[in-house]
Structures are given as C-alpha cells and as structure tokens.
C-alpha cells in the first residue's frame, strides 16, 4: 500500500513526542522514537549514556532502527503514518557533535525518502532535561539548526510547526496534510 510516512522532527525538548502521542489519541497511526529505548537498554548493560561514549555504535543501532521502521510504515495498511524523527536526523546529531560516519549511513538517508517532515523549532517555555536528555537549551538550539541543514541537503521542504498548544500543534500538521 506504500502509505505517505510523516515526520515529526525538532531538537531535543521541543514537543515532538508530544504531538506524537496527541495523533496517536486521535487514532492516528503513530511510530515512537527509538532513541530512549536504545539509552535505557544501554544502561541495562552498563553504559550510562550510548551516544556520549560510543556516538558511531548508538548511531549504527538507530539507523537500523530507523530504517525497519520506515519499511514497517511502508508496510502499513493506513494511508499515513507519523514517524518521530527520521533517518537523517542521525546524520544531523553526528554533525553536531562532529563525529564522521560511514557512508551508508548518507545512502540510508537518500534511499528513504519521507513524504512530509514537520520541524518544531527549540522552544524555551517547554524546554526540560531528564535522566535521557542531556542537551541543554543551547545546544537544542545547535541541533534544531544541524537538523534542518541535514533534511535541506536531502531535498527535503521543511514545515516549520508554530508554537502553540499540543492540540493546536497537532490540528496544524493535520490541515497541512488535509486531514
């Protein structure tokens, strides 16, 4: 059925999952994001924090997850799916930290194209840290730029979500899609 895959993406705090799980109350077909699950497995066998110590290892994890989400979503009987992140937002927190990767990880990205990326901009009202984010405010603010750099090299035309209430938020990236 090859159903349209939708993006949610933005720096760290920004309100992605949120809008995610708003869609998901409204019996949209929502995928999460992986990145918390690869952290909290990663504490399980010991390592504090994945993406500080060993950035290429956790990066490889969330490619492969990332990637089997997207042919999941593919897969899917809905016509659209959201997705909280993509594939290149790996490639945009690499650059972040300026770390190199390999090269599939740029042919993942061209190979996986999203119909549609929302990008919620670092917003200081809503912004937190917890035990899994580490970022600052600043630095989401670095990310939010590397990420919107990172889908603009891909082709992509970003849909920059204003700041609203989660409700507004979400009717938002609904009109645009006219849903």
């Known amino acids: ?8 993406t933005g720096g ?10 708003h869609l998901k109350s409204r019996g949209f077909l929502c995928y999460d994001e992986i990145s918390r699950e690869i ?5 399980k066998d010991g390592i504090e ?4 110590s060993k950035p290429l290892l956790f990066s490889e994890k969330l490619l492969e997850g990332r990637t089997k989400q997207y042919n999941d979503a593919s897969k899917e009987p809905k016509n659209i799916v959201f997705l909280d992140r993509g594939i290149p937002d790996i490639l945009a927190y ?5 770390d190199e990767y390999p090269k599939h990880f ?3 990205s061209k190979k996986h194209k999203y119909d549609f990326v929302f990008v919620l901009a670092p917003w ?5 840290s917890d035990s899994e984010r580490y970022e600052n405010f600043e630095q989401a603010i670095e990310i939010h730029h590397h990420l919107m750099k990172t889908y603009m090299r891909f082709g992509y035309q970003l849909i920059d979500v204003p700041f609203e209430s989660i409700e507004k ?11």
């Open 49 to 52: 924090q994945l993406f500080l």
């Open 124 to 128: 200081q009202e809503i912004f937190t």
């Open 1 to 8: 059925m090859n159903p349209k895959k939708i993006v949610i």
């Open 169 to 179: 938020r979400s009717d938002f990236v609904l009109e645009v899609l006219n849903l």
């Open 12 to 21: 760290p705090g920004t309100g992605k999952s949120s809008i995610i799980d």
């Open 39 to 43: 952290t909290l497995q990663a504490r």
């Open 106 to 108: 740029i042919e993942a």
């Open 94 to 98: 690499m650059d972040y930290i300026g």
